[in-house]
């Protein structure tokens, strides 16, 4: 016989990895209130998913929890470029690339970075932090089952330790449960793309000897190209503790157990060329490579985000990466709706802004595995054709043509050719070093929980006036800002110019970084033309 205890709360989450934690966070911040469920008892133990891209660090750092992600990835801090070789017993082999950000020019973009933060060392600083900002997570406990009508969702949720079974009714329900995601087949949500890529079997191991034949190569990966034992190695702690991952080809009728510890270490050390190494497997775990994306981000009430959504090829971590940034994206829209800012309309927006980024991104992470020759993976005619080129434009230069934007583009692509980041709708709005008293601040910092106008201390345009009686009489959250009063910059950047506007312009930037609407000048009537902006931005015409 079991006991059901019923819960209400405006969202349920499914799923605790990366992308539900940072949706935790996310909600968190912006004090909506919230539940995980992860039907696992606790974080990830394996070393994997370990690149946190420059825009993933920004949104961090406006979560407060930049610094705490960067004291946990400390051993890898010097890692850097993937090195591409038949063997580490002697120079040969050649860099892809050998440093993230050469020559720093990185920092005239954004106030963070790169980061390498392997999942099983981030999950815990996101657990943490959603806890802290009260967040009520379950592990060990898993969705059953749900049903949705026009105004709730009701999610059926079992404790697995218990096997009590009880229900949560729900506002909104964020499914971040993965690629096979019983939530979106349950919604029957198809997939399109290519399918399966390739397999790898994931190998922990520890060898005292490695770091000796390594050396100070301090790469991210290195790709062993021996015809007989290729595969991917990485550092965990550049010491005693790595990864390696083996291609596995069950195409081809391979079995899991086939790849037994003697086995393994006979791969590893053949690929490594050393035939004396010492290796200890202390972990295996199987995983494929596929490039998919949701024909739709949701049904009703319920939204996917993560790898529910999208699945691509684990080469450049875009596919970690685009389901953290889907997460913030829906977190701000949630709040909005929420607390009553914005009409329900604002959240159809997000799958119109992240489905493309996700169609975009998934065949550039299929193109990067391809330049990159990554083990096992043998893409059919068509697969990875994507152009070549840097990634900078792909991780900080994607652009939302539709959705919660006026004004933008609709003609440019998705990724633009060449980086721009001038303050077009429908960007991440540009960053600049700014003053306020004593603080040095970043633009982006300004940008979580409400949406905010830049004006000109300068200007008599009647802008920075307009906002003011709108944020003081109306529900919506909006916060003005004069450059030059209530903050002044702290270079020489003249931030009309950087913004793409004028002195007697406005830039108005959403919770998420991304510039939602831009006037190039004075205006008759600033309070109409703002509030009507307002109205079609946030869907409550």
């Not at 919604?187 to 005292?208: C, D, H, M, W, Y």
């Not at 319920?302 to 875009?318: N, Q, R």
């Not at 043509?401 to 998705?414: H, L, M, S, T």
């Amino acid at each position: 016989m079991h006991q059901k205890a019923d819960h209400r709360i405006p969202v349920l989450i499914v799923g605790g990895s990366l992308v539900g934690l940072s949706m935790s966070v996310f909600l968190g911040r912006l004090g909506v209130r919230h539940m995980l469920v992860e039907r696992h008892s606790g974080t990830s133990h394996h070393p994997r998913g370990r690149g946190n891209n420059v825009r993933t660090m920004e949104l961090f750092r406006v979560a407060g929890i930049e610094q705490d992600i960067r004291a946990a990835a400390s051993l890898l801090a010097d890692n850097h470029g993937i090195l591409q070789t038949p063997t580490l017993v002697d120079d040969a082999g050649e860099w892809l690339f050998k440093h993230i950000d050469p020559g720093g020019g990185l920092a005239r973009l954004s106030p963070s970075g790169w980061c390498l933060c392997s999942q099983n060392d981030l999950e815990p600083v996101l657990l943490d932090s959603a806890r802290q900002l009260g967040g009520h997570l379950r592990y060990y406990h898993e969705l059953e089952s749900f049903e949705q009508d026009a105004g709730k969702v009701t999610a059926y949720v079992r404790n697995r330790e218990t096997d009590e079974l009880y229900t949560v009714r729900a506002d909104y329900l964020v499914a971040a449960d993965g690629p096979r995601s019983p939530v979106r087949d349950r919604l029957g949500i198809t997939q399109s793309g290519p399918g399966e890529l390739f397999a790898n079997v994931s190998v922990t191991f520890r060898s005292k000897l490695l770091a000796d034949v390594v050396g100070e190569r301090r790469f991210i990966c290195c790709y062993l190209t021996d015809e007989e034992a290729d595969g991917a190695l990485l550092p965990v702690d550049n010491q005693e503790r790595w990864v390696f991952h083996v291609p596995w080809h069950p195409e081809h009728g391979e079995t899991l157990a086939e790849f037994t510890e003697e086995r393994l270490g006979r791969h590893i050390r053949r690929a490594v060329g050393a035939p004396d190494l010492d290796i200890e497997v202390t972990g295996k775990a199987s995983w494929r490579a596929a490039e998919r994306v949701a024909d739709r981000y949701g049904h009703g009430r319920v939204l996917l985000a993560g790898d529910s959504a999208h699945e691509m090829s684990p080469t450049g971590a875009f596919g970690s990466n685009t389901g953290i940034q889907d997460a913030h994206n829906l977190a701000w829209k949630l709040a909005a709706v929420l607390d009553g800012w914005a009409g329900p309309g604002l959240l159809e927006t997000y799958g119109a802004e992240r489905r493309p980024v996700a169609l975009t991104t998934s065949a550039r992470a299929s193109a990067r595995s391809v330049e990159h020759s990554h083990p096992g993976f043998a893409p059919a005619p068509g697969v990875g054709g994507g152009r070549r080129g840097g990634i900078l434009n792909v991780v900080l230069g994607y652009r939302y043509p539709e959705g919660a934007v006026i004004g933008a583009d609709r003609e440019q692509p998705v990724v633009p050719e060449t980086l721009r980041l001038t303050g077009d709708p429908g960007t991440r709005a540009p960053h600049q070093w700014l003053r306020r008293g004593a603080k040095r601040l970043s633009t982006l910092d300004l940008y979580e929980r409400s949406l905010v106008l830049l004006t000109d201390a300068r200007s008599d345009a009647g802008w920075h006036e307009a906002a003011r009686r709108i944020a003081d009489t109306d529900v919506v959250h909006l916060a003005p800002y004069r450059i030059g009063t209530d903050l002044t910059p702290d270079d020489d950047t003249d931030w009309a110019t950087a913004h793409g506007t004028t002195p007697d312009g406005a830039v108005l930037v959403r919770p998420d970084g991304y510039v939602a609407w831009r006037a190039s000048g004075a205006v008759r009537d600033p309070e109409p033309t703002l509030r009507k902006v307002l109205a079609t931005l946030l869907c409550k015409g």
